[in-house]
């Protein structure tokens, strides 16, 4: 594949400040998208919907976030690029944050629709300005703690929604007002924003290539396990008389899963990236087989849900890191493809295990899903380790 010459980086030598702009955006933004989940029964009260209707402002949030994130990509690596990565969360908030004051059913597809647009906006070209703000041997970690205050927003966004409710949600807009300016002012400074070079819709496609392609089909597997656990093992508590312990279960992985990445970011900047990749998925087979047998009434439950979250979270980062490090130039469109298309695809397939489980049973389901992980592994064999030079 050929690359396109160089280009000026416009926030190298103030990466910090960079970093912890877009780390608040990534909190803030994903604060608002997690806002719809909580809200789901106060809307279907509201306005009289069916389980179904409610569903399809689930499924209309994840394609607007996740599959439309490529698009985002090359649109953030051209020349229009520059201010995406503040008007994403002010997006996602203007979209959210009016949803108890809809007058119809359509109008929340719609407002549903905008807050997908603004994430999907915000992630690539937040990535992309994380990248080239971090010196060479700290990309794996300034992805990871970028991933992990994402993370934290998805735990904050649920307690956000339970304390201001459905008429309160536009106090909430503020905070992507403020986000937004202040990510303008951290990654747009007067004079630091050189013109990018136009590229063609052909260039940005041929991303998708060589050993691009095994670590999206490896970033697919992996998260079809992760997926199918969050989204079965409420059913298997709740069949073994522990449903109570759901909300836990989930909370305690998803913390160990942002410590997990920060960690795996920091060791793939040490001993390389495909190392970390190699080692996580393996070590975590055997330990989420584990988990899904396990019950709160074993002492180990807890532990080794944060121990499996920790592991499973480790090699995010990292293969979002060695994306880019693949495709250089085109670096926010690599983290698109390895962010929310994996993730979108990967939901697809869910649907899937969740048939599989109708017939079956949760617990034969979602270890069919975490058996994907092997494929996933003897993918991550072949693939190569970045030269992080490229570009640097």
Partial sequence: MTTAAPLPLPIARKGGAV????????????????????????????????????????????????????????????PRGRSLAAAGPLLCGLGMVWLGYAPLYGAL???????????????????????FGARLEQRGLFAALFSAAGTAG???????????????????????????????????????APPVARRGWREYAAVFHGPMRALWAMGVLRSISTISWQAMVGFSLVARGFGGHLGPALATFS???????????????RIGRTRVIRSSILITIPLFIALVYSTPAHWWFYPLAAMVGALVNANIPVTVVMAQEY??????????????????????????VGAL?????????????????LPAFLLAVRLPEPDPRRRA
């Fill in 109 to 131: 597809i719609v407002l549903v629709a905008i807050s997908g647009f603004g994430s999907a906006v915000f992630h690539p070209a937040a990535v992309r300005h994380v990248y």
């Fill in 19 to 78: 970093l912890a702009a877009l780390a608040l955006g990534h909190l803030v933004n994903d604060s608002y998208t997690a806002l719809l989940i909580p809200l789901l029964p106060g809307l279907r009260e509201r306005f009289a919907l069916t389980i179904a209707q409610a569903a399809v402002l689930v499924a209309v949030s994840s394609f607007t976030s996740s599959m439309l994130q490529p698009l985002f990509g090359a649109i953030s690596d051209g």
């Fill in 154 to 192: 998805l735990a904050l966004g649920p307690l956000l929604a339970a304390v201001v409710g459905l008429r309160g949600l536009p106090f909430l807009l503020p905070l992507g007002v403020i986000t937004a300016a202040l990510t303008w002012m951290v990654t747009l400074p007067a004079g630091e």
């Fill in 357 to 373: 489980a109708d017939r079956t049973s949760p617990n034969t389901a979602m270890v069919v899903s975490i058996l994907l992980l």
């Fill in 255 to 269: 913390l160990a899963s942002a410590a997990g990445g920060i960690i795996g970011g920091q060791l793939s900047d």
């Fill in 327 to 352: 495709a250089p130039d085109h670096v926010a469109t690599a983290s698109a493809l390895m962010m929310g298309f994996t993730w979108g695809t990967a939901g697809v397939f869910v649907l899937l």
